[in-house]
């Protein structure tokens, strides 16, 4: 309307997300990833950044979303003890006493055979607060594991997501009984 033309930066130096992260940060979102992305850009006529750059970028949303996820727990259990505290809910040495809700899960779905999943994951949600208390993810699985022991190697250095070796039914009652644990400690 002021006949003037702007310059509108998508992407402003010095911001830490580029539009390549906030690219990859809903692809994830949507439950997708780097070939669905390929897929979207194609329609759209966008070039597509290279698998490389996509993990990259991967990594570090991981580190923040890791940071934020563990503040907002913390918040959460801080929340769930000062309304404990409140109503002098408290043991004999003083910790306040808060009431969680936990579920763990690990799907069966599969097609008409019997199937278990190669991970789980579980969450503890403060009663109050309905917030988020802790989560947690077992994996029995890791590709870099598996195709070293496919080659009868040993695996070459790496991060890996395999944190959890016992029978995938027993994984609800790891939740339940051993994870359990660590946020009640953190609230103390
Ligand atoms: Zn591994």
């Known amino acids: 309307m002021c006949n003037e033309k702007f310059h509108v930066e998508n992407d402003p130096p010095g911001e830490q997300l580029t539009v390549n992260h906030c690219a ?3 692809t994830i979102a949507t439950g997708n990833g780097h070939s669905q992305l390929q897929e979207f850009s194609a329609s759209l006529n966008l070039p597509i950044m290279t698998t490389k750059t996509y993990k990259a970028c991967h990594v570090k949303l991981q580190m923040h979303w890791e940071k934020v996820s ?7 259990a801080a929340k769930e003890r000062e309304l404990a505290l409140s109503e002098n809910r408290v043991d004999k040495n003083g910790i306040p006493i808060i009431d969680v809700v936990v579920d763990g899960c690990w799907s ?3 097609y008409k055979k019997n199937y278990s999943a190669l991970s789980g994951a579980a969450a503890i949600i403060g009663r109050k607060t309905g917030e988020v ?3 947690g993810v077992k994996n029995k699985y890791c590709a870099i594991c598996a195709q070293a022991e496919n080659r009868k190697q040993e695996p070459k250095t790496h991060e890996c997501y395999k944190n959890y ?3 995938s039914t027993a994984m609800d009652q790891k939740f339940s009984s051993k994870v359990l644990g660590v946020p009640l400690t953190c609230i103390t």
């Open 108 to 110: 069966k779905r599969t």
């Open 24 to 26: 990859v940060a809903g």
């Open 165 to 167: 070796s016992g029978p």
């Open 70 to 76: 563990v503040e907002s727990m913390n918040q959460a």
């Open 133 to 135: 208390l802790f989560l």
